[in-house]
C-alpha cells in the first residue's frame, strides 16, 4: 500500500449506475447477496447489480432471531433446509470470515398430545432423510437445560421435545456481508440506498427497470425483498397469496453464558437463545392482523415476557435492553414461492414468513442456478409460483417454530 491509501474494509461507495446489467437483483439483504454471490462465483454471471432501498441487510436479515435449523415437517422442505446447513457449515471457510456459526441444538418443547404427535411425525420424516432428529422425554430435557420450569408453573407442563443436534445460531449481518464483499469481489455492484420503482416489460417480457437514480436496461430481474414483495409483484399485477404479518423480537441485556441450547415453545409462542454476546435472543408469534410496518410495541414485550417467565421464573428482573420488528411475507401453505414466475425473465424468492435467514445460503444458490440456467432447480420446484392454482401445496405449518 502506498502510504496514506488505505483498502477499503469491504467495499468502497457504488459508483454511478450503469444504463444495462445481465442482471438486476432487488433487495440487498441475505437472499439477494447470496443470489449475486452464487451467479457470480458459480455461474461466471458478474454484470449484476443488486439495488437495496435502505442498507445493506437493514431489512428482516437483520432483524431475524438468527436460528438454523433443517428439523421440517414435509419432505420436501427437509431437503432444502438441510442443503441450507450444510452450506452454513462452511460458509466462513468459504467468505474467511467469522460468522460466529456455533451449533447449539435445538428443543421444540410440546405441551400438549397433540403437539407431541407432531414432534414424532418431523422426528421420522427427519430421520428417513439422514436429519438428526428424535422426540426426547422430561428427564432428557430437564438434563440438557435444567434452569427451565418443565412444569411451566402449572401452566401448561412440558410433556416432551423434539431434538435437533444440529439447530444453531450465526451473525446475521455477518452472513449479509460476507456474500456482499465475495459478490463485489467478483465484479457485482450493490446500490444501496436505490428503490426500484417500476418494472418494464415488452410482450409479456421483461426489458429494464426504473429507478430512483434512473432507468436500467436489463433481461433478468430478481424480487428478493421479504416483506416488500407486494409492492414490487403489484409492478407486474402479479397475484400472489402472501400477506404481511410484522414479527416482533427483542434482546435482553448481557448476561454471562448458561444457556447453550436453543428452546423454542410453539404453544406459549416464544424462542429463545443466547447470542455470543451474552444477550439472550427472544422472539414471539406474529402480530395477530396484517400490517405493513416494523413498529414494535409494548404488548410484545408484555406478552413474550408472560410466557418466559412460566419456563425461565430467575430472569424476572433481567432487562430488555432492545427490540424491533420485521415484515414477514406469510404464504397460506407457510413455505416459500420460488423460482421462474409467469412473466419471462422475472424471477420471484418470497414468502418467507418466519423462517427466511435459514434459507439464506440455499436460497441464494438454487435461485442463482434457476436464474443462470432458466430452468427451476429441482429443489425449489415444489416451491414454485404455479403450486397454488395447481393446488399442489407444501403445508409446513407444523414446522414453523412460531405459532400462528
Ligand atoms: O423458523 O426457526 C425458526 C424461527 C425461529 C424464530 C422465528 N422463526
Known amino acids: 500500500l502506498q502510504s496514506g491509501h488505505h483498502e ?4 468502497p461507495e457504488s459508483k454511478p449506475l450503469k444504463s444495462h446489467y445481465d442482471v438486476v437483483i432487488i433487495g440487498g439483504g441475505g437472499h439477494g447477496m447470496a443470489c449475486a454471490y452464487y451467479l457470480a462465483k458459480e455461474h461466471g454471471i458478474t454484470n449484476v447489480a443488486v439495488l ?3 442498507y445493506i441487510g437493514g431489512g428482516n436479515t437483520g432483524r431475524n432471531t438468527t436460528i438454523v435449523r433443517s428439523n421440517y415437517l414435509t419432505p420436501e422442505g427437509v431437503k432444502f433446509y438441510d442443503a441450507s446447513v450444510k452450506l452454513f ?6 467468505f474467511d470470515l467469522n460468522i460466529f456459526y456455533s451449533t447449539r441444538g435445538h428443543f421444540t418443547l410440546a405441551h400438549t398430545d397433540s403437539a407431541l404427535r407432531t414432534m414424532r411425525w418431523r422426528a421420522e420424516v427427519n430421520k428417513h432423510y439422514g436429519i438428526d432428529s428424535e422426540v426426547v422425554d422430561r428427564q432428557i430435557i430437564a438434563q440438557e437445560v435444567p434452569y427451565m420450569d418443565l412444569d411451566c408453573a402449572g401452566h401448561s407442563p412440558v410433556m416432551g421435545a423434539l431434538y435437533h443436534a444440529p439447530g444453531a445460531v450465526a451473525r446475521h449481518d455477518a452472513v449479509a456481508w460476507g456474500y456482499a464483499r465475495g ?4 465484479g457485482v ?5 436505490t428503490r426500484v420503482t417500476a418494472i418494464r416489460t415488452q410482450g409479456g417480457r421483461v426489458v429494464g427497470v426504473d ?3 434512473g432507468p436500467i436496461q436489463c433481461q433478468k430481474v430478481i424480487s428478493m425483498v421479504a416483506g416488500s414483495t407486494p409492492r414490487i409483484t403489484e409492478m407486474l399485477g402479479l397475484r400472489t397469496p402472501i400477506e404481511i404479518f410484522p414479527l416482533q423480537a427483542c434482546v435482553s441485556e448481557p448476561v454471562k453464558p448458561f444457556m447453550d441450547t436453543i428452546v423454542v415453545s410453539g404453544s406459549l409462542h416464544v424462542y429463545v437463545s443466547q447470542s455470543s454476546r451474552g444477550e439472550l435472543v427472544m422472539g414471539a408469534s406474529v402480530d395477530p392482523s396484517v400490517l405493513h410496518s416494523t413498529r414494535s410495541s409494548f404488548d410484545f414485550v408484555e406478552g413474550l415476557a408472560d410466557k418466559m417467565l412460566d419456563l425461565f421464573p430467575f430472569m424476572s428482573r433481567m432487562k430488555v435492553m432492545r427490540q424491533w420488528a420485521g415484515m414477514s411475507d406469510i404464504t397460506p401453505d407457510f413455505a416459500p414461492i420460488m423460482g421462474k414466475t409467469p412473466v419471462e425473465g422475472f424471477y420471484l424468492d418470497a414468502g418467507w414468513g418466519t423462517w427466511g435467514f435459514k434459507a439464506t445460503p440455499i436460497s441464494g444458490k438454487t435461485m442463482a442456478w434457476t436464474v443462470a440456467n432458466d430452468q427451476m432447480h429441482e429443489l425449489i420446484q415444489p416451491f414454485r409460483y404455479s403450486r397454488f392454482a395447481d393446488f399442489d401445496l407444501v403445508g409446513e405449518k407444523g414446522a414453523a417454530s412460531v405459532g400462528h
Open 52 to 54: 437495496e432501498q435502505g
Open 8 to 11: 477499503p474494509r469491504f467495499f
Open 89 to 94: 457449515e462452511d460458509l466462513a471457510d468459504d
Open 211 to 213: 429507478t430512483d437514480r
Open 183 to 186: 459478490a463485489y469481489q467478483r
Open 189 to 193: 455492484e450493490i446500490h444501496q440506498k
